[in-house]
T-cell receptor, first 114, second 114 residues
Framework: GAGVSQSPSNKVTEKGKDVELRCDPISGHTALYWYRQRLGQGLEFLIYFQGNSAPDKSGLPSDRFSAERTGESVSTLTIQRTQQEDSAVYLC????????????FGEGSRLTVL | AQSVTQLDSQVPVFEEAPVELRCNYSSSVSVYLFWYVQYPNQGLQLLLKYLSGSTLVKGINGFEAEFNKSQTSFHLRKPSVHISDTAEYFCAVITDNYGQNFVFGPGTRLSVLP
C-alpha cells in the first residue's frame, strides 16, 4: 500500500496564525511519531502515539503545540499563534509497533512563518 | 532517559575510500539501535538495525554497523563509498520499554568527493 502521507507539503503563514499539519500513516501501523527538523539540524522529537493514546508528550515545545490522532489513523499536529522559530520541516513517521524497530517516514511538511 | 551522540557533524571523504560514522548512546537499560539515511530532498529511510543476536549488522547499500555494549557504541562503516552515498546519516535508539520513543542523534553529513 501507500507510504506515510503528509499534507500540506509546503505551508507559508504569517506570524500569529494557526496551522494544522496532517499525517496519514501506513494502514495497520499502531505507532505514530511527530518530529521537527530545523534547517541543517537533527530530528527533534515532539510526540508519540500508540493507537490514539499519547503516552509521551514530553517533546512538545510549548502549549501552542497540540496533536491528536483518530484511532489508529490520521493524526493532526496543530500549532497555534505561530512564531518565526516554528519554521521547520515537520516529519511524521509510523511503525507497525515499536518493537519492529522500523519507522516509515513521510516526506514532511515544510512550514515557513513570515 | 536515553541520548545519542554523533561526534562528527560533517565527514568529507573521497570516492572509493572507506568511511566510519560514529555513534554513541547512553541508556541504563537494553536498547535497540538504528541507522537512518536521508538523501538530499528525500525522507528518512532505514539503513540497518540492531535488535538482538549478532553484534555485526549488515544493511542496505553495503553499509554495516557493529554494536559494542561495553563502549555503548554503534558505529557505521562502509569499505568503499560512492558519490551516491552523499547524505545525512542519523543514529537512533529506542529502549525495550514499551511506549518509549525513538531518540535520534544530531546527524552526520557525509560528503563523498570525486
Amino acid at each position: 500500500g501507500a507510504g506515510v502521507s503528509q499534507s500540506p507539503s509546503n505551508k507559508v503563514t504569517e506570524k500569529g496564525k494557526d496551522v494544522e499539519l496532517r499525517c496519514d500513516p501506513i494502514s495497520g501501523h499502531t505507532a505514530l511519531y511527530w518530529y521537527r527538523q530545523r534547517l541543517g539540524q537533527g530530528l527533534e522529537f515532539l510526540i508519540y502515539f500508540q493507537g490514539n493514546s499519547a503516552p509521551d508528550k514530553s517533546g512538545l515545545p510549548s502549549d501552542r503545540f497540540s496533536a491528536e490522532r483518530t484511532g489508529e489513523s490520521v493524526s493532526t499536529l496543530t500549532i497555534q499563534r505561530t512564531q518565526q522559530e516554528d519554521s521547520a520541516v515537520y516529519l511524521c513517521a509510523s511503525s507497525r509497533d515499536y518493537a519492529t524497530g522500523e519507522l516509515f517516514f513521510g516526506e514532511g511538511s515544510r512550514l515557513t512563518v513570515l | 532517559a536515553q541520548s545519542v551522540t554523533q561526534l562528527d557533524s560533517q565527514v568529507p571523504v573521497f570516492e572509493e575510500a572507506p568511511v566510519e560514522l560514529r555513534c554513541n548512546y547512553s541508556s541504563s537499560v537494553s536498547v535497540y539501535l538504528f541507522w537512518y539515511v536521508q538523501y538530499p530532498n528525500q525522507g528518512l529511510q532505514l539503513l540497518l538495525k540492531y535488535l538482538s543476536g549478532s553484534t555485526l549488522v549488515k544493511g542496505i547499500n553495503g553499509f554495516e554497523a557493529e554494536f559494542n555494549k561495553s563502549q555503548t557504541s554503534f558505529h557505521l562503516r562502509k569499505p568503499s563509498v560512492h558519490i551516491s552515498d552523499t547524505a545525512e546519516y542519523f543514529c537512533a535508539v529506542i529502549t525495550d520499554n514499551y511506549g518509549q520513543n525513538f531518540v535520534f542523534g544530531p546527524g552526520t553529513r557525509l560528503s563523498v568527493l570525486p
